[in-house]
T-cell receptor
């Protein structure tokens, strides 16, 4: 069974600094998707970035980028120039490529990120 | 604005009193699903639906029912709520053409069962 592990329950970063959140996963599939979602205090689940496993190039979205290491089954999120609005719970999630009728995401337990002014 | 709308956002109820959490999406998505989020357990899928009149169980379906009579709506029904169903609930939807299985989430519904 696929699993997603986030080993850092809590992290903090100074405003304008860079922080990296870790995620590892376990799967026997060769094609799949990986996601980072952000959950701010409002509780809304917001997609930050996604990565297709068949793409070697790491995904980037403005200040957010990933380091995707397929062989190591690692998918870390780097936040550059951290802002106060980045403070949130961050979830790593996995989805198989051929999900069939169920597009279920498998979730890590999250990393709570604090941004210090 | 493309969105998934859940209601109510907050609800306190008592054991055994039937309740329904509504979910509606305006993106013409075929796929819809329900998750519950609990501390230490993360998000777990309750039910999902691939299209109208097609629903199936997720990982934790006990105590819940769903229906999909219209493409846009996917209500979650708790026939006889119990305290262990106190949780934060999310509805999500996705287009069949969304190759990356990207889900759009509602804002969440905080349910407390006394």
């Amino acid at each position: 069974a696929q699993t997603v592990t986030q080993s850092q329950p809590e992290m903090s970063v100074q405003e304008a600094e860079t922080v990296t959140l870790s995620c590892t996963y376990d799967t026997s599939e060769s094609d799949y998707y990986l996601f980072w979602y952000k959950q701010p205090p409002s509780r809304q689940m917001i997609l930050v970035i996604r990565q297709e496993a068949y793409k070697q190039q790491n995904a980037t979205e403005n200040r957010f980028s990933v380091n995707f290491q397929k062989a190591a089954k690692s998918f870390s999120l780097k936040i550059s120039d951290s802002q106060l609005g980045d403070a949130a719970m961050y979830f790593c999630a996995y989805s198989p490529y051929n999900a069939g009728n169920n597009r279920k995401l498998i979730w890590g337990l999250g990393t709570s990120l604090a941004v210090n002014p | 604005e493309a969105q998934v709308t859940q209601n109510p956002r907050y609800l306190i109820t008592v054991t055994g009193k039937k309740l329904t959490v509504t979910c509606s999406q305006n993106m013409n998505h075929e796929y819809m699903s329900w998750y519950r989020q609990d501390p230490g357990l993360g998000l777990r899928q309750i039910y999902y639906s691939m299209n109208v009149e097609v629903t199936d169980k997720g990982d934790v379906p006990e105590g819940y029912k769903v229906s999909r009579k219209e493409k846009r709506n996917f209500p979650l029904i708790l026939e006889s709520p119990s305290p262990n169903q106190t949780s934060l609930y999310f509805c999500a939807s996705s287009s069949r053409g969304s190759g990356a299985n990207v889900l759009t989430f509602g804002a969440g519904s905080r349910l407390t069962v006394l």
